[in-house]
């Protein structure tokens, strides 16, 4: 079985400060991808990274950046000096290789950037 | 960018309609899913397919029907809404690895 579980319910925070959101999951496959995915009001989930289980390099995109640590089951979500335009759910994810089915995701944490 | 398509994008229509929401993709993906949202809440998977002729229940039970006739279309059909009904849902696509999706559709049962 698996199990993605996103601790922080919502976030608050005045822009321009850095905000973390975690991810911890669970899976007995050796092989796994994990997504980080973002919803803005509008509904719609955006697509945002991927790693694989065997890729731990961490990754530093623009205001982004990603933290994969597998001996903590941990794939955290980094946005540097944050904006409004950043507010919105961020969905963590999982999948196993081989199976179409099984994308898991977490319960998602509501971010908030006040201005 | 992602080219998965979901129409209507609102719908709001009185209990005991048929209703048939429509998601379309040009990536050529075989596999596709929907979701069942709630506004806010974490995502349900009622659906996928895994390619042509293929469909499979997902974790939650839902009383809504798919079909996959062609790759690139994957509609869902309620026979008889019900307020119960009442979500958002959200139509995706993948190949192997990340999945893509659309803009979804909030239906509203009254």
């Known amino acids: 079985a698996q199990k993605v579980t996103q601790a922080q319910t919502e976030i608050s925070v005045v822009e321009k400060e850095d905000v973390t959101l975690d991810c911890v999951y669970e899976t007995r496959d050796t092989t796994y991808y994990l997504f980080w995915y973002k919803q803005p009001p509008s509904g719609e989930l955006v697509f945002l990274i991927r790693?694989?289980?065997?890729?731990?390099q961490n990754e530093i995109s623009g205001r982004y950046s990603w933290n994969f640590q597998k001996s903590t089951s941990s794939f955290n979500f980094t946005i540097t000096a944050s904006q409004v335009v950043d507010s919105a759910v961020y969905f963590c994810?999982?999948?196993?290789?081989?199976?179409?089915?099984?994308?898991?995701f977490g319960s998602g944490t509501q971010l908030t950037v006040l201005p | 960018e992602a080219d998965i398509y979901q129409t209507p994008r609102y719908l709001v229509i009185g209990t005991g309609k048929k209703i048939t929401l429509e998601c379309s993709q040009t990536m050529g993906h075989d596999k596709m899913y929907w979701y069942q949202q709630d506004p806010g809440m974490e995502l349900h998977l009622i659906h996928y397919s895994y390619g042509v002729n293929s469909t499979e229940k997902g974790d939650l039970s839902s009383e809504s029907t798919v079909s996959r006739i062609r790759t690139e279309h994957f509609p869902l059909t309620l026979e008889s809404a019900r307020p119960s009904h009442t979500s958002q849902y959200l139509c995706?696509?993948?190949?192997?690895?990340?999945?893509?999706f659309g803009q979804g559709t909030r239906l509203t049962v009254v």
């Open positions: 994810a999982l999948r196993s290789s081989g199976s179409a089915r099984q994308l898991t």
């Open positions: 790693r694989n289980s065997f890729d731990e």
């Open positions: 995706a696509s993948s190949e192997n690895t990340e999945a893509f």
